[in-house]
């Protein structure tokens, strides 16, 4: 991401609050931006695909991805993003399960270390409150040791 807002910002018709990242297109990378943020296809109903393909980076991802043409609206509101901090992992006090939400890479190698380890990891079929169709139910005393 090149820039962050640092404060609220409105453009084509949309509030953008504090903290939004910005990707100017103006730039070398600028393919590789577009491919990444594409609002993208589903093409797992035609019948010559073997699985389901989904190519939606932002939905994958839990996030909005909007394109914003008006020319240097945010120009003296953005400061360079040179690093970002992730949550720790808040485990429950104790639960038999624990849910660990399909919305990062992070996620996957944690699910497949579990996997590796010969543990259970359910996946789960249905949305419902609070958690999403791909999400994982794992046992709690299965994730501790990796949280």
């Known amino acids: 991401m090149t820039f962050g807002t640092s404060m609220s910002k409105a453009a084509a018709g ?12 103006h730039q070398a990378k600028h393919g590789i931006a577009n491919m990444v943020l594409y609002d993208g296809i589903n093409v ?3 019948a010559s695909v073997a ?15 909007d394109v914003v043409r008006e020319a240097e609206v945010f120009e003296g509101q953005t400061s360079p993003v040179t690093s970002v901090s992730i949550s720790a992992t808040q485990m ?3 639960s038999a399960y624990v849910l660990i939400r399909n919305t990062n890479n992070d996620a996957i190698k ?10 259970v990891v359910t996946m ?12 994982f139910a794992v046992a709690y005393d299965d994730l501790h040791p990796l949280a």
């Open 14 to 25: 949309k509030t953008y609050p504090a903290g939004s990242f910005i990707i100017n297109m």
């Open 44 to 46: 797992s109903d035609y």
């Open 51 to 65: 699985g389901g393909i989904v190519q939606d980076f932002p939905v994958l991802r839990g996030f909005e991805c």
């Open 92 to 94: 429950p006090n104790h």
């Open 110 to 119: 944690t699910v497949n270390e579990l996997l590796k380890s010969g543990k």
């Open 124 to 135: 789960l079929l249905k949305s419902g409150k609070g958690y999403e169709a791909g999400d």
